[in-house]
């Protein structure tokens, strides 16, 4: 078992950093595996593991206290060396992750203050985390009132967090969207399980394996229902012919399936759009839009009886896309499909020393 990090720099081009014959990221460091399992006490155990992940992490990323405040010699693609300032800019990872790395509670938001039974509410309602009032609980450490600061300002007690002392860094603006874990992994996943309950497993296998082949669409022969470990190429797959398996569809009791089918397209709409190459305003104005449109419509999946409430932190998180995409560019500059095709070269074919 191998815990890589990996490390690219901003003003490469995607074309490079895409591509991992091109070397545009590397391997930074291993960060500690160990499950603890001396440690009985579970609550005890994770704690101890979060802080061992950050102790980590803060002595990898140490030298960029000084290098991010005095500067350091960097040769540019022309030759000519330069000051520059490296600062961490963004956090690439899943969503557990994104959790251990901002000190947020499982099932919240990692990048807002949005508690998680207000998750499913749109648009959201609540500010981005405040990174003043966060430090201001950290100061308090080893004071017996610390814990109790920590859980007012919404994260937990963790000692000494890596991006503490790191300049010009909020690490709650670094969190990015993920289209692999978040889309084709979380909400189109949850969306193929909503309609399969909506619908009827084998009333959806049937209408996928009568689809007539085509290029670049994959038929299932024995439908999707019965698949296990879906992976996110399949996800992606299954969302290009998602759309039309729904069309006549009958449900219960005369429902109408015009909602059903709308918060559907509404959902692969996003997924598509999010995955532009270039954005433009007019097509962020329609990001916002799909996801106004699923919102609208979700209401098809409480009236069947799939759903009751729609507090899931990767559908939630979609609202944070479009300030992403401004802050960062498109979504290919921070997709973790990149860094998992990396697993193969440094964690799962990694050598032993």
């Known amino acids: 078992m191998a815990y890589p990090v990996y490390l690219t720099i901003g003003n490469l081009p995607k074309f490079i950093r895409c591509k991992p014959s091109r070397q545009g990221q590397i391997l930074l460091a291993y960060l500690p595996s160990t499950r603890l399992l001396h440690i009985t006490n579970k609550a005890a155990r994770r704690c101890t593991q979060a802080n061992l992940f950050h102790a980590a992490m803060g002595y990898i990323l140490a030298p960029l206290k000084a290098a991010g405040i005095q500067g350091i010699e960097i040769s540019s693609g022309d030759g000519i060396i330069r000051r520059g300032h490296p600062i961490l800019a963004a956090y690439v990872g899943d969503y ?39 430090m ?149 104005v329609s990001l916002e839009a799909a996801l106004n449109e699923f919102h609208e419509n979700k209401h098809i999946f409480e009236t069947l009886g799939i759903r009751s409430n729609f507090n899931i932190p990767k559908l939630h998180f979609l609202c944070h896309y479009i300030l992403a995409i401004k802050l960062f560019g498109t979504t290919d500059n921070y997709n973790t499909e990149t860094t998992e095709r990396l697993h193969i070269d440094f964690a799962k074919g990694a050598i032993t020393f």
Not at 109 to 128: A, F, Q, S
């Open 96 to 134: 557990p992750e994104q959790c251990l790395i901002t000190g947020a509670f499982t099932g919240d938001c990692p990048e807002c203050d949005c508690p998680h039974d207000e998750l499913g509410n749109y648009p959201p309602e609540h500010p981005l985390r405040d990174l003043d009032a966060v």
């Open 136 to 284: 201001d609980a950290l100061e308090q450490l080893g004071t017996p009132e610390y814990a109790r600061l920590c859980c007012e300002a919404n994260i937990k007690p963790i000692q000494h967090p890596f991006w503490e002392d790191l300049p010009y860094v909020n690490i709650f603006r670094s969190i990015t969207p993920d289209i692999l874990h978040q889309l084709h992994q979380g909400v189109v996943k949850h969306l193929i399980g909503w309609l399969k309950n909506a619908c009827g497993a084998s009333v959806i296998d049937e209408r996928v394996q009568r689809l007539p082949p085509n290029h670049s669409i994959r038929i299932f022969t024995k439908g999707i229902s019965t698949l296990s470990r879906v992976s996110g190429t399949e996800h992606r797959q299954i969302s290009s012919f998602l759309l039309s398996v729904l069309i006549d569809i009958q449900l219960p009791n005369g429902i109408s399936p015009v909602p059903l089918i709308c918060a559907t397209r509404a959902i692969l709409d996003f997924l598509y759009l999010a995955q532009y190459p270039i954005h433009t305003s007019e097509t962020l």
